[in-house]
């Protein structure tokens, strides 16, 4: 069984809040829900919820010398399974 998840709805957000929070997750890069949820913890306990990690989703830079050891660990070598 699931656990109950309470859900709000705010009425009445100022137009300069709503800005200000909209550009805030654009530039976080999450949902406008997420950023409430991680604000309104940060605000009541000090803190961001255990185990969240949503401020590294979507931050992937390319790496190409990454990429080239990854590559090289899928390499098959024929010798080694003899």
């Known amino acids: 069984?699931?656990?109950?998840?309470?859900q709000f709805t705010v009425r009445g957000i100022p137009l300069e809040v709503d800005?200000?929070?909209r550009e805030r997750a654009k530039q976080r890069k999450i949902s406008i829900n997420q950023l409430i949820i991680?604000?309104?913890?940060q605000a009541t306990i000090g803190r961001?919820?255990?185990g969240d990690f949503s401020e590294f989703v979507g931050r992937w830079a390319p790496?190409?010398?990454f990429?080239?050891?990854i590559e090289r660990q899928r390499e098959i070598?024929?010798?080694d399974w003899r």
Do not use: I
């Not at 991680?38 to 913890?41: G, I």
């Open 1 to 6: 069984m699931k656990a109950h998840v309470p």
């Open 19 to 21: 800005r200000a929070l």
């Open 38 to 41: 991680d604000e309104l913890t």
């Open 48 to 50: 961001t919820q255990f």
């Open 63 to 65: 790496d190409p010398s």
């Open 67 to 69: 990429d080239e050891t």
């Open 77 to 79: 070598h024929a010798d």
